[in-house]
């Protein structure tokens, strides 16, 4: 076989070795390696570390609320609307237009429009509760891009 077709195939299971990389091996801090090599967990409890703070999830626009979008709101709400969700632009147009209030997120105009138990929006098919509590407490996070 030529270098020259040799080439493209290395480049393409190089490509397909990166699509396939979960990135390296984290261990979490409640699970920590015994100190002899073991793959055993040291059992610790919350009684041995008062100080430590409890875990909170905090949501990520990209991940969490940018797809709640995606999913019930950018066929209207898209390039041609005003307020546009689509992932281009949905959180500079959110936090700078107004939709989110940081200070008092339940008066967030963005809320109040999907909010159950009388939702505006979506019209056809309201978001689920889930979707909703996700939407506002990344508000109440300070609606953060990340």
Request: charged content about 30%.
């Amino acid at each position: 076989m030529k270098l020259k077709n040799i080439i493209p195939l290395l480049i393409l299971a190089l490509l397909l070795a990166c699509a396939k990389d979960k990135g390296p091996l984290v261990v979490p801090e409640d699970e920590p390696i015994a100190e002899n090599g073991d793959d055993e967990k040291e059992e610790t409890s919350d009684e041995e570390n008062p100080d430590e703070e409890t875990e909170t999830y905090t949501f990520s626009f990209k991940d969490d609320i940018q797809p709640i979008f995606n999913q019930n709101c950018v066929t209207c709400h898209g390039e041609f609307h005003q307020l546009n969700l689509e992932s281009c632009c949905a959180h500079e147009i959110l936090t700078t237009k107004g939709y989110v209030n940081t200070s008092s997120p339940e008066d967030s105009p963005l809320y109040r429009e999907i909010k159950h138990p009388n939702p505006r929006m979506p019209p056809a098919n309201p978001l689920s509760e889930s979707d909703v509590d996700k939407i506002l407490t990344w508000i109440k996070e300070g609606a953060k891009n990340n």
